[in-house]
């Protein structure tokens, strides 16, 4: 029993170093289905395989396998990279270590000029350096780096519940798992581009509040708020928020 343990407690050496992430390196996530949740300094990864292992090209260092782009039905093209990790450990270099990272490289993004909706492509210059960053973050995760962060999201990767139990239960109970939507406000991000979107709808403001509320958690206040701005409603002269 006491080898077993003394067993495990190697095997889990190198994860237990690795496993917990300061504070400062990490970043709340704002948007998107881990919105909550944290995102790691990729900077701290280096740094953390850096002090396990040793400098990049003594102790550890990553081999670019494959690099290659896909493109959507939206002409989106994204931007992967396949690598292999290796590291030493007791003057033992490891096996490959497989990891994969992607990066939008050419989004098409919809801006509004009068109201009126535009598509505009946008290049990401740094996006192999990002693919190529996520691939690493991905291989080193193998290894426990960051392990208590990617334990917090991956409750959220696959479901919106606080419980990754509660869809299940809920599916089993024949009651369907309620759906998540985005908080509309003054605060936030895309309360600029709704204002926009907004202006240039030609529904009837009746129509137009149904289909925002739909899409959108949304108090009565900024609705109201939105369809004036947007030039739906007419001004009402207590409010000059913007």
Same mark, same amino acid.
């Not at 995102?39 to 396998?65: Q, S």
């Not at 208590?148 to 919106?160: A, C, G, L």
């Not at 739909?214 to 009565?220: L, N, R």
């Given at each position: 029993?006491?080898?077993?343990?003394?067993?495990?407690?190697?095997?889990?050496?190198?994860?237990?170093?690795?496993?917990?992430?300061?504070?400062?390196?990490?970043?709340?996530?704002?948007?998107?289905?881990? @919105?909550?949740? +944290?995102?790691?300094?990729?900077?701290?990864?280096?740094?953390?395989?850096?002090?396990?292992?040793?400098?990049?090209?003594?102790?550890?260092?990553?081999?670019?396998?494959?690099?290659?782009?896909?493109?959507?039905?939206? +002409?989106?093209?994204?931007?992967?990279?396949?690598?292999?990790?290796?590291?030493?450990?007791?003057?033992?270099?490891?096996?490959?270590?497989?990891?994969?990272?992607?990066? @939008?490289?050419?989004?098409?993004?919809?801006?509004?000029?009068?109201?009126?909706?535009?598509?505009?492509?946008?290049?990401?210059?740094?996006?192999?350096?990002?693919?190529?960053?996520?691939? =690493?973050?991905?291989?080193? @995760?193998?290894?426990?780096?960051?392990?208590?962060?990617?334990?917090?999201?991956?409750?959220?990767?696959?479901?919106? !519940?606080?419980?990754?139990?509660?869809?299940?239960?809920?599916?089993?109970?024949?009651?369907?798992?309620?759906?998540?939507?985005?908080?509309?406000?003054?605060?936030?991000?895309?309360?600029?581009? !709704? =204002?926009?979107?907004?202006?240039?709808? @030609?529904?009837?403001?009746?129509?137009?509040?149904?289909?925002?509320?739909?899409?959108?958690?949304?108090?009565?206040?900024?609705?109201?708020?939105?369809?004036?701005?947007?030039?739906?409603?007419?001004?009402?002269?207590?409010?000059?928020?913007?």
């Amino acid at each position: 029993m006491e080898n077993s343990k003394q067993i495990q407690q190697d095997n889990l050496s190198i994860y237990e170093r690795v496993r917990s992430v300061p504070a400062e390196a990490k970043k709340a996530i704002e948007a998107g289905r881990l @919105k909550g949740k +944290s995102d790691i300094n990729p900077m701290w990864r280096i740094k953390k395989l850096t002090e396990v292992f040793g400098p990049v090209g003594f102790g550890w260092y990553t081999e670019v396998v494959k690099t290659w782009t896909e493109v959507d039905e939206n +002409s989106d093209v994204a931007v992967f990279v396949d690598i292999n990790l290796y590291v030493q450990k007791d003057g033992v270099w490891s096996k490959p270590i497989y990891g994969n990272g992607g990066n @939008k490289l050419i989004s098409h993004e919809r801006k509004y000029e009068n109201g009126v909706p535009t598509i505009v492509p946008y290049l990401d210059d740094d996006a192999y350096k990002k693919a190529y960053t996520d691939a =690493i973050s991905v291989a080193a @995760k193998a290894l426990g780096v960051g392990a208590d962060v990617y334990y917090e999201k991956d409750i959220t990767k696959y479901d919106t !519940a606080q419980s990754q139990n509660e869809p299940v239960q809920a599916q089993v109970a024949g009651t369907p798992v309620p759906e998540v939507k985005p908080t509309l406000s003054p605060s936030v991000k895309t309360w600029k581009q !709704a =204002i926009a979107f907004t202006a240039s709808q @030609k529904d009837s403001i009746e129509n137009l509040s149904a289909r925002l509320k739909a899409k959108y958690t949304i108090t009565d206040e900024h609705l109201d708020l939105l369809l004036t701005l947007s030039g739906k409603k007419a001004a009402n002269t207590k409010r000059v928020q913007s």
